[in-house]
């Protein structure tokens, strides 16, 4: 009879002596309500009855999602959505000590946790415009991080990351914000077309300039050629009147002979050449005595026709 209680108590001693621990768990032992060790993962033996788990520990990641609000410097809500994600520092003792102590518990810490990351939001928006919001994501991570983490390791835990899902103000300024970019747009796109209308304008006049340079050029040109044959046809008049006063007067022709017909071809190619002006001519015999002595005095003195105006 006294071997069957020894028995029973035996057995019973070591029901209550055998702690098995999760993987990614430690437990914590007490010994009346004062720290005593670590159980790490697997089957662990305690003293019954004297030796207490106090808590076990999670040292896996763990997340959780934020949604809460910070005003702006200019006095705009900002709405936040973010992810947390977090966990126990290392398995070490002292770091034990602080996650399983340091907080009553697991609900006590979490409202530590989520109010410092809010209120470490809030301050950095706080110095912040809300125009500037937006582009600097990246820095109001690194700002929270860098004022938790102290803070976070006295507690014996690690910020691993923290995400802003989403980062949106109020309707009201959400349509504000849009009317300004749509105005910006409007007004980007105006500035574009005035200076494409510029370069258009601005190429379509030195094209003109282009096209005035080469018309006066031409134009000189043109004059120059025209003076030229100008000269030249004087040139050859002349000439053509010099030979023809010799002819005549080794043929022993009247000179007037000649002129007269000279006189006729002109008048017949006035006729036929004229574009519609009308030309008067004193076809009364004085004036045609006058014309042949002129036409003579040519013939007399060729020298002195250079200077004569042909039309």
């Given amino acids: 009879m006294a071997f069957s209680i020894f028995l029973f108590v035996l057995v019973l001693f070591l029901v209550f002596s055998i702690v098995t621990v999760k993987q990614g768990t430690v437990a914590v032992v007490t010994i009346f309500g004062k720290f005593r060790r670590i159980l790490r993962p697997g089957l662990n033996f305690r003293i019954p009855f004297i030796e207490v788990i106090f808590s076990r520990i999670s ?26 994600l977090y966990s126990v520092l290392n398995s070490e003792s002292i770091t034990i000590q602080n996650v399983a102590f340091k907080f009553m518990d697991e609900r006590n810490f979490m409202q ?11 301050a950095f928006v706080a110095t912040k415009k809300q125009s500037e919001i937006l582009q600097l994501r990246s820095e109001i991570i690194f700002h929270v991080k860098e004022q938790l983490d102290k803070q ?41 077309e005035g200076q494409a209308l510029l370069i258009t304008k601005t190429k379509a006049a030195e094209a003109d300039g282009n096209a005035i340079k080469i018309s006066a050029e031409a134009e000189r040109q043109a004059a120059q050629l025209r003076g030229q044959g100008v000269a030249l046809f ?12 010799k002819e005549m007067e080794s043929a022993n022709l009247d000179a007037s002979f000649i002129l007269f017909s000279m006189w006729t071809d002109a ?23 006058r ?21």
């Fill in 112 to 122: 530590a946790l989520i109010r410092s990351v809010e209120g470490s939001v809030r």
């Fill in 267 to 289: 008048i017949k190619h006035f006729a036929e050449n004229g574009q519609g002006n009308t030309i008067f001519l004193d076809g009364s015999n004085d004036s045609l005595q």
């Fill in 291 to 311: 014309t042949m002595q002129q036409m003579m005095a040519l013939i007399n003195n060729p020298k002195d026709s250079k200077g004569l105006n042909p039309s």
């Fill in 152 to 192: 976070l390791e006295d507690w014996g835990y690690h910020l691993l990351d923290l995400q802003l899902n989403d980062i949106a103000f109020d309707e009201t300024i959400m349509r504000s914000m849009a009317q300004v970019v749509a105005s910006n747009n409007l007004k980007a796109a105006a500035e574009n």
């Fill in 234 to 245: 004087r040139e050859e008049v002349a000439k053509g009147m010099a030979m023809a006063a």
């Fill in 59 to 84: 040292i896996q990641n763990r997340s959780i999602e934020l949604k809460f609000q910070a005003i702006t410097q200019d006095q705009a809500n900002v709405n936040f959505a973010a992810m947390l």
